[in-house]
């Protein structure tokens, strides 16, 4: 507890730490960071084009779709992947200094929101593209993300504690995650998947934090079952990561 | 008031990725911890042992002992970096370690953003550390290359620049890994004031080092580690004497 409130508190060190991944990334290249923007935009044109006509979709309904989904569900991934890391990368700063574990945690959620960031651009650009309006639940994204930022916070801070100790984590992290994308309506709609969807979509919490944001994009009002499911998970984890991190805090830098 | 205090501190690294098959040749290991091996075979590295220490206001302890005695993973719990894996630690004041001054510099970022940097790791705001740019830049005489990538320029200058952030703000808790010296000769002179200055205002100045001369000049206390162990404990004089008679079997 203390840790997070001393890594809070260190707000200037993760803002900058996270500031800092991202300028140093795209340093000396042309384009700097709107590699970030331009990379995803690639991605969500390929896909986009291709899935449309397999699906048989229109593509002017379809791309607008398509890219509010892949934007958050990079945030998401993003984060999933950077907080393996999260202390193996930091362990120079772990092993020197007395400094709360939870700010390399913060550090993470600012990077991969920068990119979020950059990548908004190109939902604008499809948006203008193809004239659609944006509708009128749009400002729900806000507090969905608040929610799921809570929801980040807990999972990297138990992902990364793990995957200090076990390091064969990151590799199953990263195949989990790729089926993840495919179990997730990212590509496709719930409708489609008919009566069986529930299963798939219900108990998927990447499908619900996922949804839980991207709904208002495509138009939903916000429903209370999902901010209710999405609820249940944040409690599920808080009760994992707190007594987790509680113990296993100070062991982390021998870890390392 | 700033203290140090250890009770009964062991610090125990578990090396997960080595089995007790290549325990044989670390035993046979003449520097180093204690390697000891659990019942369920892992190793561990047994880097402290049951140190028992209090620091007060006005010490100025000098840690003596041959390589892998413990002396810089001491140096890290008192840093704080390292809570004892049994037994309590208890650090009050703020610490400074000169232990790696380079500790987050980022190579791709210009001198002044390092500055900025590593001042925030230091514990200062980022404002603070942005007004600190220009006494930074005149102390180490770093000029133009202020504002190119760190990765232009040599060594010698990527620690003039380091150790004049380091040494901007005087810690309660000093702490120093080998006396530093950087930089050519009026430079290094330069530094050796500086550095003299923070030690005189330090609360508490801790420093492991092999050199005689440094610690009769600078330390009013001494412990001579051995394998993670306090072997002895004393004034200055007394532990390298006992220091150097174990150097000569």
């Known amino acids: 507890m203390d840790d997070l409130l001393a890594g809070f508190g260190a707000w200037q060190m993760w803002l900058l730490l996270g500031l800092n991944d991202i300028r140093q990334r795209y340093k000396r290249s042309r384009f700097g960071q709107f590699w970030i923007t331009l990379s995803t935009g690639i991605f969500v044109a390929g896909i986009g084009i291709v899935y449309a006509y397999l699906f048989n979709h229109p593509v002017d309904e379809y791309i607008p779709y398509l890219s509010v989904n892949i934007v958050f569900w990079t945030l998401v991934a993003g984060i999933l992947t950077d907080s393996t890391t999260v202390f193996t990368q930091a362990g120079h700063y772990l092993g020197q200094q007395a400094l709360p574990k939870t700010a390399f945690v913060m550090r993470v959620l600012v990077r991969q929101l920068l990119v979020l960031a950059h990548n908004v651009v190109i939902i604008v650009l499809v948006y203008l593209a193809f004239g659609v309006a944006l509708p009128a639940t749009a400002a729900f994204v806000l507090p969905a993300l608040v929610v799921l930022l809570l929801a980040a916070f807990l999972a990297a801070i138990t992902i990364g504690l793990l995957c200090t100790r076990f390091r064969d984590l990151p590799q199953i992290i990263q195949s989990l995650l790729q089926v993840a994308f495919f179990l997730t309506p990212i590509m496709w709609r719930v409708e489609q998947l008919g009566d069986k969807a529930h299963y798939i979509v219900g108990y998927n919490p990447f499908a619900i934090f996922l949804m839980l944001v991207v709904e208002p994009l495509h138009g939903k009002w916000p429903s209370w079952d999902l901010y209710g499911r999405a609820f249940v998970i944040i409690a599920i984890m808080a009760l994992v990561a707190a007594p987790l991190f509680a113990r296993f805090r100070a062991r982390i830098v021998y870890w390392l | ?249």
């Open chain 2, 1 to 249: 008031m700033p203290s140090i205090k250890l009770r009964d501190a062991s610090v125990a690294f578990p090396i997960y990725n080595s089995r007790s098959r290549s325990l044989r040749s670390s035993l046979l290991a003449r520097v180093g911890g204690t390697v000891q091996a659990d019942d369920d075979g892992a190793v561990t590295v047994r880097a402290l042992q049951n140190i028992t220490l209090d620091l007060a206001p006005g010490d100025r302890l000098a840690l003596v002992g041959h390589n892998g005695a413990g002396k810089s993973t001491l140096l890290r719990v008192f840093s704080g970096a390292y809570e004892p894996s049994t037994g309590a630690a208890e650090i009050k004041g703020r610490v400074s370690s000169l232990l790696d001054m380079t500790m987050g510099m980022d190579m791709e970022l210009t001198g002044a953003d390092n500055v900025v940097l590593r001042g925030v790791f230091l514990g200062m705001s980022i404002a603070e550390a942005r007004s600190r740019i220009p006494e930074v830049e005149e102390f180490s005489e770093l000029g133009g290359f202020m504002h190119l990538p760190m990765r232009t320029y040599s060594s010698g200058m990527r620690l003039r620049l380091a150790f004049a952030i380091s040494t901007a703000r005087v810690p309660d808790i000093l702490l120093m890994d080998e006396f530093i010296s950087v930089g050519d000769q009026t430079f290094a002179r330069k530094a050796r004031e500086r550095l003299e200055h923070m030690i005189d205002n330090a609360r508490i100045m801790v420093l492991a080092s092999h050199s005689a001369q440094m610690i009769r000049q600078y330390c009013n206390r001494a412990i001579l580690l051995q394998g993670g162990c306090v072997a002895r404990e004393g004034a200055v004089d007394e532990i390298l004497a006992a220091y150097q008679q174990g150097q000569q079997p």
